[in-house]
């Protein structure tokens, strides 16, 4: 009998019992919870609203949940739509993201991630509208305006619904040439504005100086700019601010420069006159 007793395996014995004893335990703290869920009120609601922009506000979320929803503050726990309210929350043009969930306390905590934009579209008949970085319409407001670059003149792309994504090869290479320019130190100061011409070629307003920059399109963008620079650096100081009327750098290799009574220097002479 003792021996039968000593090849009892005690130490796995008690690993189950250890086991059966857990598993006990969190049964009656899921149930404890669950009852708390159903007896519990909501204590209070708290915003955060996270982001850049300032589109919205904890007062805009606060109203919208109120407004379809009635008062959170005061009601059982499980009368709370949470998965309502977030789908709400991510119709909102400007929201990204939302997360709600409501901690031991009985706080709702709502937090809202706001869209990001990028760049103003004002297009050739005036219809205006921003694109996020994730290439979506967002609608203007008058409650805010963003700190970004605006693009106008002959850009036939417009805006129907919120969050539709860009469609044309020329807004698309807009959003390129913000993307590359916004870490770079020289043209993130340099460029004001963005202006497409009859032709569909892209140009840029400089915030020194009256030349008008032409581009073409945002292929090979770098050597474009960069033959900008030479520009800036070796031609203007010889012929004066203002003596060209445009600086058309879209053709590879070259830069033709047009002055204001109409002649125009090919990009030869111009390597001509550096020499």
Same mark, same amino acid.
């Given at each position: 009998?003792?021996?039968?007793?000593?090849?009892?395996?005690?130490?796995? $014995?008690? =690993?189950?019992?250890? +086991?059966? *004893?857990?598993?006990?335990?969190? /049964?009656? @703290?899921?149930?404890? #919870?669950?009852?708390?869920?159903?007896?519990?009120?909501?204590?209070?609601?708290?915003?955060?609203?996270?982001?850049?922009?300032?589109?919205?506000?904890?007062?805009?979320?606060?109203?919208?949940?109120?407004?379809?929803?009635?008062?959170?503050?005061?009601?059982?726990?499980?009368?709370?739509?949470?998965?309502?309210?977030?789908?709400?929350?991510?119709? $909102?043009? =400007?929201?990204?993201? +939302?997360? *709600?969930?409501?901690?031991?306390? /009985?706080? @709702?905590?709502?937090? #809202?991630?706001?869209?990001?934009?990028?760049?103003?579209?004002?297009?050739?008949?005036?219809?205006?509208?921003?694109?996020?970085?994730?290439?979506?319409?967002?609608?203007?407001?008058?409650?805010?305006?963003?700190?970004?670059?605006?693009?106008?003149?002959?850009?036939?792309?417009?805006?129907?619904?919120?969050?539709?994504?860009?469609?044309?090869?020329?807004?698309?290479?807009?959003?390129?040439?913000?993307?590359?320019?916004?870490?770079?130190?020289?043209?993130?100061?340099?460029?004001?504005?963005?202006?497409?011409?009859?032709?569909?070629?892209?140009?840029?307003?400089?915030?020194?100086?009256?030349?008008?920059?032409?581009?073409?399109?945002?292929?090979?963008?770098?050597?474009?700019?960069?033959?900008?620079?030479?520009?800036?650096?070796?031609?203007?100081?010889?012929?004066?601010?203002?003596?060209?009327?445009?600086?058309?750098?879209?053709?590879?290799?070259?830069?033709?420069?047009?002055?204001?009574?109409?002649?125009?220097?090919?990009?030869?002479?111009?390597?001509?006159?550096?020499?």
């Amino acid at each position: 009998m003792f021996r039968a007793i000593r090849n009892i395996p005690w130490k796995l $014995l008690g =690993y189950a019992c250890l +086991a059966l *004893i857990a598993l006990v335990g969190v /049964g009656m @703290l899921m149930s404890l #919870v669950k009852k708390k869920d159903v007896t519990q009120t909501c204590t209070s609601m708290r915003v955060m609203v996270e982001g850049k922009e300032t589109f919205i506000d904890q007062h805009d979320i606060s109203d919208l949940v109120k407004s379809k929803f009635g008062r959170v503050v005061g009601r059982p726990l499980n009368q709370i739509p949470v998965e309502k309210i977030e789908k709400a929350l991510l119709e $909102l043009p =400007y929201v990204s993201a +939302a997360e *709600i969930f409501v901690d031991m306390d /009985g706080v @709702l905590q709502v937090s #809202v991630q706001q869209r990001e934009v990028v760049l103003r579209i004002v297009n050739k008949v005036g219809q205006e509208y921003y694109i996020d970085t994730k290439g979506a319409k967002v609608p203007v407001t008058l409650k805010y305006v963003p700190h970004v670059l605006v693009a106008n003149g002959n850009i036939r792309e417009g805006y129907k619904r919120a969050l539709d994504t860009v469609q044309t090869n020329l807004v698309k290479d807009l959003l390129t040439i913000v993307d590359h320019v916004k870490e770079d130190p020289l043209w993130s100061n340099q460029i004001v504005q963005l202006y497409v011409n009859e032709h569909q070629d892209i140009e840029i307003v400089p915030r020194v100086g009256t030349q008008q920059l032409v581009l073409g399109n945002a292929e090979q963008l770098d050597r474009k700019l960069d033959r900008l620079v030479v520009f800036y650096k070796k031609i203007l100081p010889k012929v004066g601010a203002d003596a060209y009327r445009t600086v058309n750098v879209k053709y590879d290799d070259q830069i033709i420069c047009e002055r204001k009574e109409g002649w125009v220097l090919d990009s030869l002479q111009l390597k001509m006159k550096m020499n």
